[in-house]
């Protein structure tokens, strides 16, 4: 597991093809220094990623609209769209809804069917659950067999595109830091185990602890080299549920 320091769009294209990979660039809706939106990247991404492999991208409505063409010339499709919804969100104007939710969209290799993508479908938590109760067949039913049937309540139930995780507001090591719990369902739905996640925008390194917690591996790359080494520093701390360090 490595943290690039430098442009993602000159070191990361190299070293694939991802399984999957993961982007959370500037959303450009601000005047801050740091959200300027990048170009370039979309089509190099496509380039490097694997014929079955996927990109998740986070982003606001308004830099998916303003962006949408870039994909569409990359060869990128649509795949679906999950909504993260936070406990708190920003607050940049007063006269409008306070957002508490960002979205992140899947797009896949146009030319591959959408069958051949890696896709592990994720199910709620309590996906197990299930009860049995016997109930009395209704009249007229037209079968002859016996009076009763069987009600199975529960069972697998698939995720719902809206997810709710705590933001990292308080503990945030970069500004615009995505939970690892949100990161790992992705990585989980995304990518194969033991199969290459490229995170082109790292930040504090969330990606690569959510790799290490998943048995994935991961490279990263992140241009301000203070906060690479920051990233590199958190995820040296996690070791993946089995004990072992992996490199």
């Known amino acids: 597991m490595t943290i690039l320091t430098g442009d993602c769009r000159d070191l990361m294209p190299a070293h694939g093809p991802y399984d999957l990979i993961l982007a959370d660039p500037p959303y450009g809706d601000t005047s801050l220094a740091w959200d300027s939106r990048m170009d370039g990247w979309i089509a190099l991404a496509r380039a490097a990623l694997a014929p079955t492999g996927s990109l998740w991208v986070f982003g606001s409505l308004r830099h998916f609209m303003a962006t949408a063409d870039q994909f569409a ?82 069972g697998p139930r698939l995720m719902r595109s809206v997810i709710y995780v705590r933001n990292c507001h308080g503990r945030a090591i ?52 203070g906060m690479a080494e920051k990233a590199r520093a958190r995820i040296a701390t996690v070791l993946p549920f089995d004990g072992r360090a992996t490199s």
Do not use: M
Not at 79 to 85: F, L, P
């Open 73 to 154: 010339d990359a060869g990128f499709r649509l795949a679906q769209e999950i909504v993260w919804e936070k406990q708190n969100g920003s607050g940049f104007h007063a006269d409008r809804f306070k957002r508490v939710h960002e979205l992140a969209v899947q797009f896949y290799p146009a030319e591959t069917p959408w069958r051949d993508i890696h896709n592990v479908v994720q199910t709620t938590p309590d996906a197990t659950a299930r009860t049995e109760r016997r109930k009395q067949r209704p009249p007229h039913t037209g079968h002859i067999d016996a009076g009763h049937y069987v009600s199975r309540d529960g």
């Open 174 to 225: 970069h500004p615009t830091e995505k939970p690892a719990a949100l990161l790992e369902i992705l990585i989980r739905t995304s990518c194969p185990e033991s199969g290459l996640v490229g995170d082109w925008f790292a930040g504090s390194g969330a990606a690569g602890e959510a790799c290490r917690l998943t048995g994935r591996r991961y490279l990263g790359c992140e241009i301000d080299p």
